[in-house]
Each structure stands twice: as structure tokens, then as C-alpha cells.
């Protein structure tokens, strides 16, 4: 077999492009993967020359993979970029996440901002730990790039997270979060515009690339990983077994068929969060409506003494 952009024979790469399975030698394949991440900015007008990018950073390998092309393509598109990360505090999980974060910013030379949240990730009443880390990393990634003056922030979404949420969300018929799910959203209200870059990219060609780089992820999981979800994305490769070009066919057509049709009653004007000032759609944000709520779970429960008589 043949690298199929330069003809020659090599150490084989395998990179699933449009409906087949096309093999790159493994420059190729770099070239391949840069040419799709630099399309996808083109086309979506993700940022302009004098940019300034806020990179959310978790130490996975996903955000670690969007950091290196980036940063490869940083002088092309003449812009600069700094990360993110919002420390989780949840163990030695955390601690390894925020050395994987250090360390590649470190040899890329690239600024790095960490985030200590002023809330505890934990259950918070019948909200699960899960979503508050969500809402607390969305709050905070928002907060920080606008402070730091970000015209962008770039999140780590993959093609096959694209896949996942937009099943959730037809699931649970929140077509305005599927609206969300567009490469690029335009900032409003105190909200730091937004872009996927890497939102067509198979998580299979990340591996691979990481791998190739030999970039420093973290290698443990989350102690609470959410097995439901690494079952769902397991569902989907299965569905790649059995429909040809699935998850590729249904992105694309998701992003420049599907949401073009949908209303975009999600955009409703935000107001400001009376007590800390981010943007939120009631009078308190969630981050602050969280602060105030104590945590159920570790509570005694109340014993009533019977009084004597
Ligand atoms: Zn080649
Ligand atoms: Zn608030």
C-alpha cells in the first residue's frame, strides 16, 4: 500500500478520511490533520490576525492534541494563544492533569492561567458532581478568557463528542443546545466568542497523533468517570462498524444542514448575575446559586430527643 497524498511507501499511518479508510505515511498524516484544523478555522471564521486565543486546557488528550496544532499554526494565522486550565481538585487525578497542562505549555512556550475555583466540585443537592464541574469549568473558562482579554475561546470538542451531544440532546428535544453544537458561536452578553476547531476530528487519529508527538497527557482517569459516557462513545464506534462514513456523514450534515434550519431561541439576551457580574439567563448564576447551597449529602441527620415529662 501507498501513502496516499505523496505516493511512497513508509510506516503507516491510518487516517479514516471521508467515506473510506485513506493511509498516510505519518508525515502526511500530520499534514492531513493540519490542513482539516486549518480549513476548519477558514471556514468558519473561527479568529482573525491579531487575535488573542484562550485555549482551554484540560490535560487530556484531546485539548493537549488542539494546544500542538495550534501552536503549529499560530504565526500562519498571526495570531497569539494562552491556556486555560480550571483545576478540579479531585486528588491525585488533579494533580496529574495539572502537570500534564504545565509541562506541554512549558515546552511549547506557551502562557499558561490556572483557575482555582472558589467552589468545591462535589454533589450540591440532587445536582451531581458531573454537572457541577461542567457548569464550574464553562463559568470559569468563560470568566477568564474575557479577563485576560481572549477575543476566542477554543474548546477541545471531537467528532465524536459532536456525535454524543447532538444524540442527548434530540433525546431529550433540546434543539438549542444542538444550535450550540456550530463550530463558531459569536460572543454576546459578556460570553467570549467560541470555536471547535477540532470538532471533525476522529478521536482515533488524536490518539494516533498524540502518540506520534509523544505529548504528555494524563495517563489516569477521572476518579468519577462517567462509565455511561465512555459506554455511549463505545456505541458510536459501533455504529461506524455498521453505517459506512457514520460519524463523519452525520457531523458535517448535523453543522451545515441541520442547525442552519433551526430556530435560534437560545440566544435570548443575558442579563448580568446580581452577586459576582458573569453573564447568566437568571438573576443568579449557577456558580453563585451553588455557593450558597450546603452540601446535603454529608449532612447528619437531625435526631430529635424525646423530652422527658
Ligand atoms: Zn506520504
Ligand atoms: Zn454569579
Redesign the pocket.
Known amino acids: 500500500m501507498y501513502?496516499?497524498?505523496?505516493?511512497?511507501k513508509?510506516v503507516w499511518a491510518l487516517a479514516t478520511v471521508k467515506s473510506d479508510n485513506v493511509w498516510?505515511?505519518d508525515?502526511?498524516?500530520v499534514e492531513h490533520i493540519l490542513k482539516k484544523v486549518r480549513h476548519n478555522v477558514r471556514k468558519y471564521q473561527m479568529f482573525k490576525p491579531g487575535d488573542v486565543l484562550a485555549v482551554g486546557l484540560s490535560g487530556g488528550k484531546d485539548s493537549s492534541f488542539m494546544l500542538h496544532i495550534l501552536n503549529k499554526l499560530k504565526d500562519e494565522f498571526e495570531v497569539n494563544i494562552f491556556g486555560v486550565h480550571i483545576y478540579q481538585g479531585l486528588g491525585s487525578y488533579s494533580e496529574e492533569s495539572l502537570e500534564a497542562v504545565r509541562k506541554q505549555c512549558k515546552e511549547l512556550n506557551v502562557n499558561l492561567t490556572i483557575v482555582k475555583p472558589e467552589i468545591e466540585i462535589k454533589r450540591y443537592g440532587q445536582r451531581e458532581r458531573c454537572s457541577v464541574c461542567g457548569a464550574v469549568r464553562r463559568y470559569y473558562l468563560n470568566k477568564v478568557s474575557r479577563e485576560n482579554g481572549a477575543a476566542v475561546l477554543l474548546t477541545g470538542h471531537t467528532l465524536d463528542d459532536e456525535v454524543m451531544y447532538f444524540l442527548k440532546n434530540i433525546i431529550n428535544g433540546e434543539l438549542g443546545y444542538i444550535s450550540k453544537q456550530y463550530p463558531v458561536l459569536e460572543g454576546y452578553d459578556g460570553m467570549v466568542k467560541r470555536a471547535r476547531p477540532i470538532f471533525n476530528i476522529a478521536e482515533e487519529d488524536i490518539r494516533y497523533y498524540v502518540n506520534l508527538h509523544n505529548i504528555n497527557i494524563v495517563n489516569s482517569e477521572c476518579p468519577y468517570v462517567d462509565r455511561l459516557r465512555s459506554n455511549q462513545k463505545l456505541a458510536i464506534l459501533n455504529m461506524e462498524k455498521q453505517f459506512k462514513n457514520f460519524r463523519r456523514g452525520f457531523v458535517k450534515n448535523m453543522v451545515e444542514k441541520i442547525i442552519p434550519l433551526l430556530p435560534k431561541q437560545e440566544f435570548n439576551s443575558l442579563k448580568q448575575c446580581i452577586k459576582c457580574g458573569e453573564p447568566t439567563s437568571n438573576d443568579v448564576c449557577l456558580v453563585c446559586r451553588l455557593k450558597g447551597l450546603k452540601d446535603r449529602t454529608h449532612e447528619p441527620k437531625m435526631k430529635r430527643k424525646k423530652i422527658k415529662r
Do not use: A, E, I, T
Request: hydrophobic share 25%.
Open positions: 501513502c496516499v497524498r505523496c505516493k511512497s513508509g498516510f505515511c508525515d502526511c498524516f
